[in-house]
């Protein structure tokens, strides 16, 4: 078989797509690839992540759920600086290569069921999985925090999902969607494999907008990881299939407020806030499920991580906006720590660098007075 899906931690095997968890260990399941990378196969006409449906390959041909996500541009900022505006995607938001691919590979088995969807979210996957599902004729039922951001809340609604808002934190949110019920088909973005795997098609773009020569160094935000860990597999693959050279620096970028990783990536103490006030919304997984595999698999990619405080991210989003780049402030955080290691010396001026731009401004509740 030319790939499998297997445990991060003990490797068995799974046996069926619509897992999300490893059935003998419970350890997060990763879609493995056993072959190469091809330029060649690249369907050169399609301007969507589906250019590279070879490289999906338990997504059948004639089951593709597609709003158009994906090849979304690669701006100059200065000569060695890109920004990736991943807020041009269909919803607003990088989710949807996840849901894409994600919503593609599941939809039949779900109908077949007579099933619906259940996710978890604290607003972008949501209203993404809710598109996608829409897109695929499925029920939804999405599970947000109960001060999920109102653009995002009536977003979601908009598609025709269901929405449960649950008090408590962002965990008390998933384990609400992963209760078992008659029908209910658990896809919760975070958790689930295939939907973390869409995001490899990140790695690709980048790299063939390009020219097939990485950038030196990456900023992304993170929360739960899944942007991080799709980012990660996606340049694995083409550098051990030698399409490119050597794989960017990829740098990780966390809110002071919402720093699992960077705290326990640096061997530090870290303190979860009993209530989380930052405006980067997004990023709200303060303990998140995949934290030990975020820490391994940017260990192995020699990664680094940056954390950033209020101003610096209010700092950032203002300037992007000044710059013609309306992004959601949680996107800012990587713009923010971008600046942050370039004023402390800590990241070469003239790194040819990509920054990822997450998510659209038009789902932030910011008011502009005061900024």
């Known amino acids: 078989m030319n790939y499998e899906i ?20 419970g350890k997060p399941l990763e879609v493995q690839l056993n072959f190469d990378f091809e330029v060649e196969q690249i369907r050169k006409n399609d301007y969507s992540i589906w250019r590279y449906r070879r490289f999906f390959p338990y ?3 004639g089951e593709i759920v597609t709003l158009g996500e994906g090849w979304t541009p690669l701006v100059k900022l200065t000569n060695n600086v890109n920004f990736k505006l991943e807020s041009l995607n269909p919803t607003g938001s990088f989710k949807d290569r996840g849901s894409t691919v994600l919503v ?22 949501g209203a993404s999985v809710a598109a996608y599902s829409a897109r695929a004729g499925l029920e ?14 009536n977003q979601i609604k908009f598609y025709g999902a269901e929405v449960v808002k649950v008090s408590g934190s962002r965990n008390k949110v998933a384990e609400k969607a992963q209760e ?16 973390r795997d869409g995001i490899r098609s990140l790695a690709y773009e980048i790299s063939e907008q390009l020219g097939w020569c990485a950038p030196e160094r990456i900023y992304l935000p993170v929360s739960a990881g899944t942007l991080l860990l799709g980012v990660i597999a996606g340049f694995k693959h083409l550098t051990d299939s030698k399409v490119i050279e050597a794989a960017p620096k990829i740098i990780a970028c966390q809110t002071r407020q919402v720093s699992p990783l960077y705290h326990r990536f640096k061997n530090l103490n870290y303190a979860m806030p009993e209530k989380i006030t930052s405006v980067a919304d997004a990023l709200v997984s303060v303990n998140p499920p995949l934290l030990d595999l975020m820490v ?17 991210i209010l700092n950032a989003f203002t300037e992007l906006a000044r710059k013609g780049f309306f992004v959601e402030p949680s996107s800012a955080v990587a713009y923010a720590a971008y600046k942050k290691q ?18 659209m401004g038009l789902k932030t509740t910011l008011q502009p007075h005061g900024i």
């Open 6 to 25: 297997k445990c991060s931690a003990c490797a068995k095997s799974s046996s069926t797509l619509s897992e999300f968890q490893c059935s003998s260990c």
């Open 180 to 195: 078992t019920e008659k029908g209910r088909f658990y896809v919760g973005h975070i958790v689930h494999p295939l939907f």
């Open 140 to 153: 939804a039922r999405i599970y947000v925090p109960e001060n999920v951001a109102g653009p995002k809340f």
């Open 59 to 61: 997504v059948k041909k």
């Open 104 to 125: 593609s590979a599941l939809h039949k088995l779900i109908k077949g069921a007579g099933g619906y969807v259940s996710e978890d979210s604290s607003g972008n996957a």
């Open 296 to 312: 391994k698999r940017l260990k192995d990619a020699r990664g680094d991580v940056v954390m950033v405080d209020e101003n610096e």
């Open 342 to 359: 370039l004023e402390n010396n800590e990241a070469p001026g003239d790194d040819s660098t990509v920054v990822v731009l997450t998510g």
